[in-house]
């Protein structure tokens, strides 16, 4: 069965740096999705990308965060001057559309943590 | 505001038992709402929505707009039923908006 699949599965990184997280999304879907959860909250919706441009993304997705899909089949989240609170798990996910009955399916996330 | 609240932060039920989740949803259109499980370290999945009015190992959930509420039950608790449960509500665009998730635990 095809699946999304995310790496790395965990990355530390130095407040200041900057991160590529990286999801190869089902081959025939064309909504993409990044969410966050950071430990012990909510899972929360970062972004969703479709023909080559953001279509929604939410408050959180702020200046320091962009996401690309740079050849045709990886979709990244860059952050750019990573902040202790970045620290979270990163899931990719993608859907064949966006509408009724159309399932979004998950990777299996990027635990992302800045020291 | 477009908000999914599930009042659990953990339920923990004997096998055998009956179990209900609650979800309660704020949604001004008309919502369309999903049962995702997370088994221990495996990915989120989708485990049913309410428009396919399926029941998926054994679970159900009815919408009530009345009381806007998307319950998850299942009759008979299984060991294996022992997961992360997220409510989620989807905006029509695509976007999941998820609540603050119950973990099921069921005892032997």
């Known amino acids: 069965e095809p699946e999304v699949t995310q790496t790395p599965s965990h990355q530390v990184t130095q407040m200041g740096q900057e991160v590529i997280l990286r999801c190869v999304p089902i081959?025939?879907?064309?909504?993409f999705y990044w969410y966050r959860q950071i430990l012990g909250q909510k899972v929360e919706f970062l972004v969703s990308?479709?023909?080559?441009?953001?279509?929604?993304k939410s408050e959180i997705f702020d200046d320091q965060f962009s996401v690309e899909r740079p050849d045709g089949s990886n979709f990244t989240l860059k952050i750019r001057s990573t902040k202790l609170e970045d620290s979270a798990m990163y899931f990719c996910?993608?859907?064949?559309?966006?509408?009724?009955?159309?399932?979004?399916?998950f990777g299996q996330g990027t635990r992302l943590t800045v020291v | 505001a477009q908000r999914v609240t599930q009042p659990e932060k953990l339920l923990s039920v004997f096998k055998g038992a009956p179990v209900e989740l609650k979800c309660n949803y704020s949604?001004?259109?008309?919502?369309?709402l999903f049962w995702y499980v997370q088994y221990s370290r495996q990915r989120l999945q989708l485990l049913l929505r309410h428009i396919s009015r399926e029941s998926i190992k054994g679970f159900t959930a009815d919408l009530n707009k009345g009381e806007t509420s998307f319950h998850l039950k299942k009759p008979f608790a299984q060991e294996e039923d022992s997961a992360m449960y997220y409510c989620?509500?989807?905006?029509?665009?695509?976007?999941?908006?998820f609540g603050q998730g119950t973990e099921l635990s069921v005892k032997p």
């Open positions: 949604y001004s259109g008309s919502p369309e």
């Open positions: 990308f479709y023909n080559n441009e953001i279509s929604e």
């Open positions: 996910a993608s859907s064949e559309s966006p509408g009724r009955e159309r399932e979004a399916f």
């Open positions: 989620a509500l989807n905006n029509q665009g695509g976007k999941l908006i």
């Open positions: 081959s025939n879907h064309l909504y």
